[in-house]
């Protein structure tokens, strides 16, 4: 099993940052490629952010490329994302996730924080 916490949500100004934080327990978590999700209200759970257990891969979606940037310290069993100019439609909850890569693309395992929310004030 694996327990994920996210913390680091909060209210922001469109063109602000936040810095989101995932803390990670259980199995050897360094093992595991990471990711961030996110759902806003009444719609599903989209990607957004993958990397793998090394940190040499990383991806993103098209609508946050440029803006999100993920990274891990497997020393503390951490994955992060500072998300800088924001935008009103970054406005969801934020979940992190253990997964794999298959190829290029982050596959997500059933491992899901509560999530923290995020909103963007425009």
């Known amino acids: 099993q694996v327990q994920l916490v996210e913390s680091g949500g909060g209210l922001v100004q469109a063109g602000g940052s936040l810095r989101l934080s995932c803390a990670a327990s259980?199995?050897?978590?360094?093992?595991?490629?990471m990711g961030w999700f996110r759902q806003a209200p009444g719609k599903e759970r989209e990607f957004v952010a993958g990397?793998?257990?090394?940190?040499?891969?990383?991806n993103y979606a098209d609508s946050v490329k440029g803006r999100f940037t993920i990274s891990r310290d497997n020393a503390k069993n951490a994955v992060y994302l500072q998300m800088n100019s924001l935008k009103h439609e970054d406005t969801a909850v934020y979940y992190c996730?253990?997964?794999?890569?298959?190829?290029?693309?982050?596959?997500?395992?059933?491992?899901w924080g509560q999530g923290t929310q995020v909103t963007v004030s425009s």
């Open positions: 996730n253990a997964g794999f890569y298959s190829g290029k693309y982050y596959q997500p395992y059933n491992y």
């Open positions: 259980g199995r050897t978590v360094s093992n595991y490629a």
């Open positions: 990397i793998s257990w090394s940190g040499g891969i990383t």
